[in-house]
């Protein structure tokens, strides 16, 4: 029908006019400023073009770019976000699955509220929940204290400011969003295929070697993709649990741009990290979409 | 042949060259209906013949892409679903959740703007119409599958529509229901006199509600007629072979003799009658269906009637009715009805010589 | 076939475990009359009376439940619209940029969207000399990313949703408005609920961003929570975590309960 399109298109305008304004085009701002130098002043970067009594100069330059490449921190910051992001994800993974399976094949009455209860950290304040773990995790925190009270270790162990920290406090904090597209896949798996596995002599645990987790692969995917991500680039955790050594890439732009009020090397930071991100899951995507079509 | 000829009949629907087709499927392949005002008409087909689609471009869920829909003389074809006098009753019924059945009842009413009191009594009157009074507090939920039916067809009829479309009413009902409820709506349909277009797969269903049946196939009509013309004489072999079942056999014509035509056919030695068909020239070639009831068993031929030899293959008894399979000389195997009128019938015995006979006028030729 | 095996169990009841375990000890810690996480000097509520004298902490909840409320509600009314035009239309100009701009907030780093965002609001203030950063930017940044949550909510009830529903009112004389408002829109209203609190909660929640986009005098909660904590551990913080667990409790508890009655009344 000819009016769908017409309605669809004035009923979708608001919420796109709105995306396009305040997430589209502060990407191409960020864009710009990236090939600016920062300067003191406010704004504090320089514009591109400078109309002067001489005419037309051209100030834009790819300087914060090579030094991206020049000095080895960025990129070790990021090759080390990757890793760190990398390794939480598969933790989050070992420890979300199982939850999610059991959730998936409790009693029908159990599944909402087993739900809502991975859910329901999630509504208290993220912030304070990562605050939580400093109080456990620290020198004279609650975990050594409880370890040193069972005799199971002599001095203190220094968790806090450590990688493992930051493991913890990613799991821990990104856990649901393993869990919940886990859940959504495992739950709508169709229970025939692992009887018809056992009838044809498959063990349990072959069974769900062969039959359940190939067949969980998209929840597997959705759930690692929305923890991997965001955690690469995460803050709030490197901050609070990983102390002033910890070589995240999100800390490193929130530096650039607050401490050294660098915004046009920041700018150029996070463009790159935009493409070495965004870039490679839209790839993914349309290829995924163009697969599924066959 | 019902004469369906455009000037003819007193058509409250037209349907008129409509071509639908979906990314490279043709859904609906230039098709042309006439519904006479008041009938019960079915769309007859398979999954995937486009009956259904033709039904929704009827309500307006679907626009052709070629062709017209006129309703009482009024082009319809871009009038949206809510401004059409058309009202459909939905295979999954489609009750509202959130709404009593009263509130569903009234639905299609306080979108006219008709006033409470008036709503309230016409409400009242649809209920009683599909016994469902004592049930108009409850919601849907609450209700069986034969209930919600009836709301449904309660909701659909309360604005009195000129064309009431129902899709695959009785697809969600249990057998001895859907028996029940078919002589309902037929006997509904007859005493409202509002014309009702049905989309079916199931043929018993069509042949025992329809005044007029379109048998359709691949987005085609192959025939259109009472279910008494289509079944008795279907035109082609498919329509022969998806109304029921039929025996089909192949040959050419041998000579016009008094009062029949002798035909020579594929895998049967003796000649075969048909009455007398002046248009088919000797030699040419001929098709014709005989159903399996029109067939009987029998020890011996008998004068007058066509007869073939065979062997008992196999006989699946129904209860009511057994259906006998008799191979033929060629190995080709032949379906006949009989109905078990005697208790105490003795067992068939497989390999027996058997006789399979028919009268001649009980055969339906087929158009080339 | 339904073989439960305890290992599996075992690895919920550790998650859970997991999870629950800091919290627990979080409410615990704020009736510590100590300082000292690791020494119980025994019960006292004094955290909690301090708390309610520390006027900075409580402006700062305030504003904060005030940007989440506006948040939710234009959040919810752009991500609902955003969800019908894509669950009811497979093919309209700026579609695909719809979906596309729909699915990038759910994966992007915060620190990302926060500086886009702010660079956004300078060039504006630059050349318009509006927005001037506060409470108003902070909705406007929270708003953007919650959308995509929102859209996400929406379009699986759309999904799920019986699209006969719609079409029967349609047939029933409805017009499309009509069709909307009483059929669809009590429909998916729980989903509509749900969009609401998740933006809620995510804007309550949200420091990168906000830290990135405030302006003086604009001070969230997160905000000061974060400046409290860097400094260490502070039993008041303890203190504002309970009271947020024992109100989250109680409305899930009670959503939970409202909506068992009405599925019992439904049921009678």
């Known amino acids: 029908m000819m009016g769908r399109t017409r309605a669809a298109l004035a009923v979708a305008a608001l919420p796109l006019l709105w995306l396009i304004v305040f997430f589209a085009i502060p990407f191409a701002v960020v864009l710009k400023i990236s090939f600016a130098e920062a300067i003191v002043g406010q704004p504090p970067y320089t514009p591109l073009v400078q109309i002067a009594a001489d005419g037309w100069h051209w100030l834009a330059s790819l300087a914060n770019y090579l030094l991206l490449t020049d000095d080895p921190l960025y990129i070790s910051a990021y090759l080390n976000s990757l890793l760190v992001a990398g390794i939480s994800t598969v933790i989050c993974l070992l420890i979300g699955y199982p939850m999610a399976y059991a959730i998936a094949r409790a009693p029908e009455a159990w599944r909402n509220p087993l739900l809502m209860l991975v859910i329901l950290p999630f509504w208290t304040s993220f912030l304070i929940r990562v605050y939580a773990w400093i109080g456990i995790l620290s020198t004279n925190g609650l975990l050594n204290h409880a370890l040193l009270a069972l005799g199971v270790i002599d001095e203190p162990l220094a968790l806090m400011n450590t990688n493992f920290a930051i493991y913890l406090g990613i799991v821990y904090s990104y856990l649901p969003f393993m869990v919940l597209p886990l859940y959504a896949t495992l739950s709508r798996m169709d229970l025939t295929l692992l009887e018809a596995a056992a009838d044809l002599g498959c063990t349990p645990w072959a069974a769900f070697w062969r039959v359940t987790v190939p067949l969980s692969w998209p929840g597997i995917a959705a759930g690692s993709l929305l923890v991997f991500i965001p955690a690469t680039g995460e803050f709030v955790i490197p901050d609070l649990l990983g102390g002033p050594d910890a070589l995240m890439i999100g800390k490193v732009l929130w530096t650039e741009f607050f401490s050294n009020r660098d915004w046009p090397t920041a700018s150029a930071l996070a463009t790159v990290l935009l493409v070495l991100l965004v870039g490679p899951m839209v790839i993914l995507q349309a290829l995924e979409r163009r697969g599924g079509k066959a | ?368 | 076939m339904k073989r439960r095996s305890p290992a599996v169990f075992m690895a919920l009841a550790f998650g859970y475990a997991f999870l629950y375990t800091p919290i627990v000890l979080l409410v615990i810690y704020s009736f510590n009359s100590s300082r000292l996480v690791t020494v119980w000097a025994g019960f006292s509520p004094r955290w909690y009376g301090e708390l309610m004298h520390n006027t900075q902490i409580l402006d700062a909840a305030w504003l904060s439940v005030r940007i989440a409320a506006a948040t939710a509600t234009l959040a919810t009314i752009l991500g609902t619209l955003a969800a019908l035009a894509l669950a009811r239309s497979t093919r309209f100009p700026g579609r695909a940029t719809l979906v596309a701009l729909l699915a990038a907030p759910l994966v992007m780093p915060e620190v990302i969207l926060g500086l886009a965002l702010l660079l956004l609001f300078v060039a504006l203030e630059t050349t318009l000399g509006w927005p001037s950063r506060g409470a108003g930017t902070i909705v406007i940044a929270h708003v953007t990313f919650s959308i995509a949550f929102v859209a996400v909510v929406v379009r699986a009830k759309l999904a799920d949703m019986d699209r006969s529903l719609e079409e029967a009112a349609a047939d029933l004389g409805a017009t499309p408005m009509t069709v909307f408002w009483r059929i669809t829109a009590p429909l998916i209203a729980p989903a509509l609920a749900a969009g609401w609190l998740l933006s809620f909660t995510l804007s309550l929640d949200d420091l990168v961003i906000a830290s990135f986009v405030s302006g003086p005098g604009a001070s969230t909660l997160p905000m000061v929570v974060y400046s409290s904590v860097r400094l260490g551990v502070s039993p008041q913080i303890n203190a504002l975590a309970t009271l947020m667990v024992v109100a989250v409790a109680c409305t899930v508890g009670g959503a939970g309960w409202l909506l068992g009655r009405r599925g019992r009344n439904a049921a009678r």
């Open chain 2, 1 to 368: 042949m019902t004469d369906m000829r455009s000037d003819a009949v007193d058509a409250i629907l037209r349907i008129d060259g409509v071509t639908k087709k979906f990314r490279d499927t043709l859904a609906v392949d230039d098709v042309s209906l006439v519904i006479p005002r008041g009938a019960f008409y079915s769309l007859l087909g398979a999954s995937g013949s486009g009956k259904t689609t033709l039904l929704r471009m009827l309500a307006g869920f679907e626009t052709p892409d070629v062709g017209r829909v006129l309703i009482d003389g009024k082009d319809v074809t871009q009038v949206p679903p809510h401004q059409r006098p058309v009202n459909m009753m939905f295979q999954s019924y489609a009750l509202f959740p959130h709404m009593t059945v009263a509130d569903n009842v009234a639905f299609g009413l306080r979108q006219d703007g008709m006033a409470k009191p008036e709503r309230d009594a016409r409400v009242a009157e649809m209920l009683a119409l599909v016994r469902l009074q004592s049930h108009a507090k409850r919601k849907p939920h609450q209700l069986s599958g034969g209930e919600r039916q009836r709301v449904a067809l309660a909701r659909a009829l309360a604005r009195e529509p000129k064309l009431l479309l129902l899709d695959e009413p009785l697809a969600a009902l249990d057998r001895k229901l859907r028996e029940e409820t078919q002589l309902e709506l037929a006997a509904l349909q007859r005493r409202l006199g509002i014309t009702f277009i049905m989309v079916t797969h199931d043929q018993d269903e069509a042949m025992t509600m329809s005044d007029y049946l379109a048998v359709m196939d691949h987005g085609r009509v192959l025939q259109i007629g009472t279910p008494g013309e289509v079944y008795e004489s279907p035109r082609t072999r498919h329509v022969a072979e998806f109304v029921g079942a039929a025996n089909v056999f192949e040959g050419r014509v041998l000579r016009h003799r008094e009062g029949h035509t002798e035909v020579r056919c594929e895998g049967v030695e003796v000649a075969l009658m048909l009455p007398l068909l002046p248009q088919f020239s000797e030699g040419a070639a001929i098709a014709f269906a005989v159903r399996p009831e029109k067939m009987c068993v029998d020890t011996a031929p008998r004068e007058g009637e066509n007869a073939i030899a065979g062997e008992l293959d196999d006989v699946a008894y129904k209860g009511d009715v057994s259906i006998i399979h008799v191979r033929l000389g060629d190995g080709r195997r032949l379906r006949v009805q009989e109905t078990n009128v005697r208790r105490d019938a003795a067992a068939a015995q497989r390999g027996r010589r058997v006789w399979l006979r028919w009268r001649p006028e009980d055969s339906a030729v087929l158009l080339p």
